[in-house]
């Protein structure tokens, strides 16, 4: 099964990589995890093979080693705020390229270069792409929070809409760290284990989102939310599954 899901993971990063980039891309935002590994992959290839003129922003630490390993220019926004397109993981997409994103605790950078971009592109394997967010995806909705804040952030969170609003912590001794994990900003992450509805309906994403960013000490969701202009789905047998936009939606 995990040969299976690498193919797919690998087809929708080439295939994304190839459809939207040329040589008028300039500046690339890079997101972080796991299928993000074989779009650098393969972007590393073309800029080596056309001589593409290239810069990335990433969007972490991991990010910016995995750019580095694969000798690719490396920015920041401080010196570009228009990306041209942004390439990105995701832990869940909906029908309507609603996303869940911050699973690897990325997820404020993530979106900052997905505000940057003209152009934000989500690619996934097969098993991240529901109807309904909460249907594949069960470790909820990263929501990044102040330290100091987090309890506060927990109940308000809670009595808005149910749930459990847990703080992300180390776990299993290998890792020879215990207490909450530090994201790269110095900040704690809650993951909002949301109820699934018996109807499906789903929810009103939007209005949560900014609901839950006025909590004071919220620094960041990981709802995305009109922001992705595509998604791709790469399959088992290595074809690729592509969801565009609905712009009459």
Not at 59 to 75: E, G, V
Not at 128 to 137: A, C, D, M, V
Request: glycine share 8%.
């Amino acid at each position: 099964m995990s040969n299976l899901i690498e193919k797919g993971k690998k087809a929708s990063a080439y295939q994304a990589v190839d459809e939207n980039i040329d040589h008028s891309t300039k500046i690339i935002g890079i997101g972080s995890g796991t299928t993000i590994v074989y779009a650098v992959e393969r972007l590393a290839e073309r800029v080596k093979q056309e001589n593409l003129d290239i810069q990335c922003v990433p969007s972490s630490f991991q990010a910016k080693q995995l750019l580095a390993k694969n000798n690719l220019k490396i920015t920041d926004l401080e010196t570009f705020t228009s990306i041209d397109v942004t390439i990105d993981g995701a832990d869940e997409v909906d029908k309507n390229l609603v996303c869940i994103k911050g699973g690897g605790g990325c997820h404020l950078q993530e979106k900052l270069i997905a505000y940057c971009a003209k152009k934000f592109i989500l690619i996934a394997d097969y098993r991240k792409k529901s109807t309904e967010l909460g249907q594949s995806w069960h470790n909820g909705i990263p929501i990044e929070v102040l330290p100091s804040a987090y309890r506060l952030v927990k109940e308000n969170i809670e009595k808005l809409y149910g749930g459990n609003a847990k703080l992300r912590e180390f776990t299993g001794s290998t890792l020879g760290k215990a207490g909450p994990i530090i994201t790269d900003n110095g900040n704690f992450i809650l993951d909002w284990i949301f109820e699934i509805k018996d109807d499906n309906s789903g929810y009103d994403w939007n209005t949560i989102n900014t609901n839950i960013k006025m909590i004071p000490g919220v620094i960041e969701t990981g709802l995305f939310i009109d922001m992705a202009k595509v998604a791709y789905f790469g399959n088992a047998d290595g074809t690729v599954t592509k969801l565009n936009k609905c712009l009459r939606c």
